[in-house]
């Protein structure tokens, strides 16, 4: 008896240590060879015990892009991932230096070319293209609608399906507290980087990096910043922008020196599941130089 005494007291002051360290309740027990617990109102449904398992929910009234997106401009994203044959990445280039031009500049089509690139470090023999649609969902499918009319463009599809391994695509939003990706000249080198976020945690991604953006914007290498509506789901892009390999680890190591940048780096990593970072070059079609 006198061992299960200890065994209660021991039970019963942890217990209590960590009642007071979350405010949550208070314990109460009485020794009868079992342990009560109950709140301060003695009601068991607010109970201490059952907190640790519930939680309650913030009623909403609006998705979670509303709060993230610049709503007043409505522009939507897509972008592409294209693994070329090997043999077949600088033909596949010249095509596309072709054709997607013409698009980018024809008022007919309510889309533009945000960026296109050959992937240098990462994933080998990728073309990568960013196209921005500015009206949202309904200039996508009005630009997707005229383009199977456009007979150049139906011959670069087909040929281009000769050359790609695979592809894949996401439809994105862009984040309100980045700015819009703008022609820029060149020559720079692009880094892409692309995390897998856990699920629900989007929004709390997003608070910290609204305070953290000012910080990486000395050296005007923040280019756009994007998250996923449609494909791969909690998924975020940054896009960046650097003189080369060295100014981005320059750049990269100054962001240290700058007041909350670790604190921005310690509440964020437990939020991503996966991440993953290319080195682009921009081709010649590329607005982005």
Not at 151 to 161: L, P
Not at 189 to 202: D, F
Request: with cysteine; glycine share 6%.
């Amino acid at each position: 008896r006198s061992i299960a005494q200890a065994q209660w007291k021991m039970a019963t002051g942890v217990l209590q240590r960590v009642s007071r360290g979350l405010g949550r309740a208070q314990i109460r027990t009485r020794w009868t060879g079992q342990l009560v617990i109950g709140s301060s109102s003695q009601n068991r449904e607010n109970s201490w015990f059952k907190s640790l398992f519930v939680r309650k929910v913030d009623p909403r009234k609006d998705a979670h892009s509303t709060l993230l997106t610049k709503n007043e401009q409505s522009n939507l994203y897509k972008i592409q991932f294209h693994n070329v044959k090997p043999e077949c990445l600088d033909a596949y280039n010249k095509l596309c230096e072709d054709v997607l031009p013409s698009i980018h500049v024809d008022k007919y089509y309510p889309c533009e070319l945000v960026g296109t690139w050959n992937t240098w470090y990462g994933e080998q023999d990728q073309a990568v293209h960013l196209w921005r649609y500015r009206g949202g969902y309904p200039a996508l499918t009005e630009v997707m609608n005229k383009l199977r009319q456009n007979k150049e463009f139906t011959a670069y599809r087909k040929e281009r399906g000769k050359m790609l391994l695979s592809r894949r695509n996401q439809l994105l939003l862009e984040f309100s507290f980045w700015n819009e990706p703008t022609p820029r000249e060149g020559p720079n080198i692009y880094e892409l980087r692309s995390y897998q976020l856990r699920p629900g945690t989007m929004i709390e991604w997003g608070n910290y990096w609204a305070r953290a953006i000012g910080i990486r914007q000395h050296n005007s290498e923040a280019v756009g910043g994007f998250f996923s509506q449609i494909g791969d789901l909690y998924m975020v892009h940054h896009l960046w922008a650097y003189k080369d390999l060295q100014s981005r680890d320059v750049t990269r190591n100054a962001a240290w020196q700058q007041e909350g940048w670790d604190e921005v780096v310690y509440y964020t990593v437990p939020l991503i599941q996966h991440m993953d970072s290319r080195i682009m070059i921009p081709t010649k079609a590329s607005p982005l130089q």
